[in-house]
């Protein structure tokens, strides 16, 4: 069984910041790209910042310069540093793993629960 944990999420005032992160546990061979995505009220799921195993990273136009994603390869956690937040930025955030599990050579997406993110003016 794999899953994904994430924490770190809340309230906080513009302006303010949050750290979440993310940690995947389970039978997991290996992970390749990780990721967060967000959902807004009435609005589409949406990427907001990858890294692959190797570092590289990519970004939303929208949180360019405020967010940074890291992450941990012997944690196998992936975090996302938030500064500078604006009320845009509310809403629930994903964790999103590629991975391979146990001894197949299958690569499979997995999701976390969700942690809300709300960011009040």
């Known amino acids: 069984q794999v899953q994904l944990v994430e924490s770190g999420g809340g309230l906080v005032q513009a302006g303010g910041s949050l750290r979440l992160s993310c940690a995947a546990s389970?039978?997991?061979?290996?992970?390749?790209?990780m990721g967060w995505y967000r959902q807004a009220p009435g609005k589409e799921r949406e990427l907001v910042a990858t890294?692959?195993?190797?570092?590289?990273?990519a970004y939303a136009d929208s949180v360019k310069g405020r967010f940074t994603i890291s992450r941990d390869n012997g944690k196998k956690t992936v975090y996302l540093q938030m500064n500078n937040l604006v009320p845009e930025d509310t809403a629930v955030y994903y964790c999103?793993?590629?991975?391979?599990?146990?001894?197949?050579?299958?690569?499979?997406?997995?999701w976390g629960q969700g942690t809300q993110v709300t960011v009040s003016s």
């Open positions: 890294t692959t195993s190797g570092g590289s990273t």
């Open positions: 999103n793993a590629n991975l391979r599990r146990g001894s197949s050579s299958s690569w499979f997406n997995y």
């Open positions: 389970g039978s997991i061979s290996s992970i390749n790209a």
